[in-house]
């Protein structure tokens, strides 16, 4: 799997947009970009993907370069609720019975 | 939408005992399912994964004969902690694919494992 870069932690004002970036410049062509985030003491809550365009849903946008080699989630305005873990992974479709491998994630802290 | 269940939420048991924790899909079969563990202010480590009516694949590190791991339906996987220390205590996550597609993976609410 492609390695991915997130900063450990960020803060964000109530309201406010937060834009989680993720940089995973080893990326290979067939490989997705698929965030995750872990709200405090419960399991990992899937949030979103994409492979090379941007991709929007009812949690959240996803912004990927046209390099493909990093990307931005982008929460629209965010809530005391978003506060949790936000995970970036990058994996090939064909990997879809295997298990998701994490790394440290961005810690975002919601603020009012 | 797909949901595990896991049970208990919660537990906490002697050093020296076993603790059997069930991961459950609610509404989908899953013939794989992956349990992790979590300890305090670090990232989830995949253990094992669980295979409907053959043995799990353990990750290396991990000690198949101290984390038993039965998948006896399609619905169900269990983990036994055996001869539970504290060092074990952790917060312990099954999950399983989406049977949707291949985008997603659906992760149970968590199990919070206490050795005193």
């Known amino acids: 799997d492609a390695k991915t870069t997130q900063p450990p932690s960020m803060d964000c004002a109530e309201g406010r947009a937060a834009n989680l970036p993720c940089n995973h410049s080893t990326i290979s062509g067939n490989e997705y970009v698929y965030w995750y985030r872990q709200i405090h003491s419960q399991g990992p809550q899937y949030i979103i993907h994409g492979l090379k365009n941007n991709e929007t849903n009812e949690m959240a946008s996803l912004i990927i370069t046209e390099d493909r080699k990093s990307s931005t989630l982008i929460l629209p305005h965010a809530t005391l609720r978003d506060t949790a873990v936000y995970y970036c992974?990058?994996?090939?479709?064909?990997?879809?019975?295997?298990?998701?491998?994490f790394g440290k994630g961005t810690t975002l802290s919601v603020s009012s | 939408g797909a949901v595990v269940s896991q049970h208990p939420s919660w537990v906490i048991c002697k050093s020296g005992t076993s603790v059997k924790i069930e991961c459950r899909s609610l509404?989908?079969?899953?013939?794989?399912m992956f349990w992790y563990r979590q300890f305090p202010k670090q990232s989830l480590m995949l253990m094992a994964t669980?295979?409907?009516?053959?043995?799990?694949?353990?990750e290396q590190g991990v000690e198949k004969d101290k984390f038993l791991i039965n998948h006896a339906s399609l619905t169900l996987s269990t983990l036994t902690v055996t001869s539970a220390h504290p060092e074990d205590s952790s917060f312990y996550i099954c999950?399983?694919?989406?049977?949707?597609?291949?985008?997603?993976?659906?992760f149970g609410p968590g199990t919070r494992l206490t050795v005193t």
């Open positions: 509404d989908f079969q899953a013939t794989t």
């Open positions: 999950s399983a694919p989406s049977a949707r597609g291949p985008y997603e993976q659906y």
């Open positions: 669980s295979n409907e009516g053959s043995k799990a694949t353990y």
């Open positions: 992974i990058v994996r090939f479709t064909n990997q879809a019975g295997t298990a998701l491998i």
